[in-house]
């Protein structure tokens, strides 16, 4: 086998404003495994939030190659994460790294990654579209374009210095867009009093359940707003490992599953099995990605009550296609591996 990789540039469409930071680009490292002619994809995110850079990620693929490389196989390295090494990857590379070899499996299967997977069907599911920390009257306005081209589901996020600021752009989306799921992300911002202030107001605009709304590393006090709190809470950045999610499991109505935090499809599909039977429920979750890097999580999008896919939907020009969104709705793609395919002419075979 062989394994290289290629660092690119996202740009969003426009910056993205949550309550702790504002985006406009991001690198990409797109990572390829090739063996017997067909060659495997995945993609790995630079993030400072989660301590990984981009030098760092192609300084753990460097380390990681001989091992890799070693292999007879994609299937062995598939089935025996720890005959190349590859458990000791940091999260986000590792579910790269793991994304690309199960592009390559499933070509070299003539499988959907979906088929090996476990599910025979396609998944789809509406996903959430996200609308950042913006006035209200431009909320608003996107709310209504949003909902004309499809989308049900909205995520606002929150975390303005004043409440009311936030509370006022809700209402503004429920306007924009009456018919639709309301989801809110203040990404952490609020203290347990503030959540516990705030949530019944939200609730009373339309919103259906909360992610992270206090800072993390204070899982008690997170289980004592969802226990308070009028709508679900789904726990995101203290929900980060398997671990994480086992500890959360009947103690917050759902975990936000991001497969670059979680160190992919396989980890995934283990807080998956952890939370079956505790009240605890999936959302699956991603950050700004191309079609590249939200695809392994599309395969999985049957397994969760909560869909928020739209990573590849906020860049201005996204360098995949195949898994849709447009429209609001997510689809795997019946084609062998992910699915996914560059969009350039001068698109990497």
Not at 184 to 207: H, I, K
Request: glycine share 10%; aromatic share 4%.
């Amino acid at each position: 086998m062989k394994l290289t990789w290629h660092t690119t540039e996202l740009e969003l469409a426009e910056p993205l404003r949550i309550s702790r930071s504002v985006m406009a680009r991001r690198d990409a490292v797109w990572v390829a495994i090739e063996h017997g002619g067909l060659r495997g994809w995945g993609e790995a995110l630079s993030s400072d939030y989660l301590g990984l850079p981009t030098d760092r990620i192609v300084k753990h693929l460097a380390a990681s190659r001989p091992g890799i490389e070693r292999l007879p196989d994609p299937e062995t390295a598939w089935d025996d994460p720890g005959a190349g090494a590859l458990e000791a990857l940091p999260a986000g590379v590792l579910a790269a790294v793991e994304a690309a070899l199960l592009d390559l499996v499933g070509k070299r299967a003539g499988q959907a990654a979906h088929q090996l997977l476990g599910t025979p069907a396609a998944p789809a599911a509406a996903t959430a579209r996200t609308i950042g920390i913006v006035p209200p009257v431009t909320a608003a306005a996107q709310a209504a374009r949003l909902a004309a081209s499809g989308f049900t589901v909205l995520k606002v996020k929150a975390g303005s210095p004043d409440p009311a600021v936030d509370l006022a752009r809700v209402e503004a989306v429920r306007t924009g867009a009456p018919g639709a799921g309301l989801l809110l992300d203040p990404n952490g911002a609020w203290t347990e009093r503030q959540a516990l202030d705030l949530l019944p107001r939200f609730a009373g605009l339309g919103v259906t359940a909360v992610e992270q709304p206090i800072a993390p590393g204070r899982p008690e006090a997170l289980a004592r707003v969802a226990k308070e709190s009028p709508v679900p809470v789904i726990a995101d950045e203290d929900a980060v490992s398997y671990e994480d999610a086992v500890a959360l499991a009947g103690r917050v109505h759902g975990v936000n599953v991001k497969l670059a935090k979680c160190g992919g499809v396989r980890a995934a599909l283990r807080i998956h099995d952890a939370l079956r039977g505790s009240g605890t429920d999936l959302m699956l979750g991603c950050l700004t990605a191309s079609s590249l890097g939200i695809a392994p999580a599309v395969h999985l999008a049957d397994r969760a009550r909560w869909v928020d896919l739209d990573g590849h939907l906020l860049l201005t020009d996204d360098p995949w296609d195949g898994i849709g969104g447009s429209e609001g709705t997510v689809r795997a793609a019946d084609r062998a591996g992910l699915g996914v395919r560059r969009t350039h002419r001068e698109a990497l075979r």
